[in-house]
């Protein structure tokens, strides 16, 4: 469904929306438009304000400024229970559901079904099944949520959503954790929820997903809106310059630059390198002054790679070399040793240790 398709009224609308964090102003006027039946995508680099909107939108934070409305009528969530009885249902990357409970519990907390009373468990158990089964997924609810993965645990938390009845759900970087296979998953899910009529709102970083998945696209910088745009209508490169605020003649990445630069000595050199089940052996060379890009699909090998270039996992063939000397790189410490430093996409388990201080994290 593009632009030109879609249902007359948006289903969800935020205008004008400020909200200032101290020395932060994350969102400066910022609006975002859902329709029925649409997978919306917003993007937006690191810190440009994707998730306090949605946060906004969800009631965990209150907003400085601006208005929410819904199917017509201003609402102002003032939790995330109280949005999700508006029909605004949110699946974080950290399923942010009770572990130790079944999956079944986990779909009906706060709404069991009862007879005479009492708990009605085995209808529980059958509403849960067929929940999960409408997206495909059959497993033992009966089970607690943490025997299961990430992503079966996603769904869970989509299934609480269908239950609920929400009309609007938004899913803050779902795919960061999963594997190809579940990502497919998801994505047929969503398909077929879109179908349903529901509204989407789908926060992520991989390009190659937005395009697999997304009818439109709002762009957010600085805070700010930057625009809403039909898939079929935005190039990658325009988004991405869009994203970073580039102008749209940018020069194209390739030869003008290659030849503008000199090329530095090559100060680290990888041949053969390759990790079984992770990394087909390849070459590497990196040189001086040069900011090198690896790109790929998810799972194609880029994170596995500068982990075995940082000794974080061990190589099982190939060879590095840094300048003259080759280097057998069996741990991390070897290579800080050597001058390499690592910054995780994982930020907040592998980055930081987020029990210390900024300044002991620097100096660790
Ligand atoms: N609770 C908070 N207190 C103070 N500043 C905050 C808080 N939450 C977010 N910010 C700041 O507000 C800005 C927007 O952050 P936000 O998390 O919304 O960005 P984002 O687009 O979701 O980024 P990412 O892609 O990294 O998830 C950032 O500068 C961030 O540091
Ligand atoms: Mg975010």
Known sequence: MTSATHAAAPVLELRGICKQFPGVKALNEASLRLFPGEVHTLMGQNGAGKSTLIKVLTGVYAPDRGSIVMEGRAIRPQSTQDAQSLGISTVYQEVNLCPNLSVAENIFIGRYPRRFGMVDWRAMRAQATALLERLEVRIDVSKPLAAYPLAIQQMVAISRALNISARVLILDEPTSSLDEAEVQLLFRVLSSLREQGMAILFVTHFLDQTYAISDRITVMRN??????????????????????????????????????????EVLLQARGLGRKGALAPMDLDIRAGEMLGLCGLLGSGRTELARL?????????????????????????????????????????????????VRENVIL
């Open 223 to 264: 805070g700010e809106r930057e625009g809403e745009y039909a898939v079929a209508e935005l190039s990658r490169l325009a988004l991405v310059n869009k994203m970073v605020g580039a102008p749209e003649e940018a020069p194209q990445a390739g030869d003008a630059l290659q030849e503008a630069r000199p090329q530095g």
């Open 309 to 357: 270039l940082f000794g974080a996992d061990r190589a099982d063939s190939g060879s590095i070399r840094i300048g003259e000397r080759a280097h057998p790189f069996s741990t991390p410490r070897d290579a800080i040793a050597e001058g390499i430093g690592f910054c995780s996409e994982d930020r907040k388990h592998e980055g930081a240790i987020l029990e210390l201080s």
